[in-house]
Nanobody, 126 residues
């Protein structure tokens, strides 16, 4: 049973940075592509960034490109999301997701993931 557990959320101020982590367990040796989404109050879920299982290829939503950075540690089955220059519009629950099969950016855009974490709340105060 694959499980994703996020950590690193909390309350920060405008302009601060934060790093979120997501660990994957139960992988039985398979390689997963992993990434991040968020859902703000009253809004739809939004794709943010993904990293291919190799840890080399990344894919970002235009809305966060240059401000958020995703990295992966294959040895630890962990993915990180560095959030910089945070503002109140970044307040949301941030979800980790993973997919096993082919690397398809369209799947990330559509939210067609195999596994989801329960989320970690990020609140940015003004």
């Amino acid at each position: 049973q694959v499980q994703l557990v996020e950590s690193g959320g909390g309350l920060v101020q405008t302009g601060d940075s934060m790093r979120l982590s997501c660990g994957l367990s139960g992988s039985t040796g398979s390689t997963y592509h992993m990434g991040w989404y968020r859902q703000a109050p009253g809004k739809e879920r939004e794709f943010l960034a993904a990293v291919r299982g190799s840890g080399v290829t990344t894919y970002y939503a235009n809305s966060v490109k240059g401000r958020f950075t995703i990295t992966g540690d294959n040895a630890k089955n962990t993915v990180y999301l560095q959030l910089n220059s945070l503002n109140p519009e970044d307040t949301a629950v941030y979800y980790c997701a993973a997919v096993l099969l082919e690397w398809l950016p369209a799947r990330w855009e559509a939210g067609q993931m195999d596994y989801w974490g329960k989320g970690t709340l990020v609140i940015v105060s003004s």
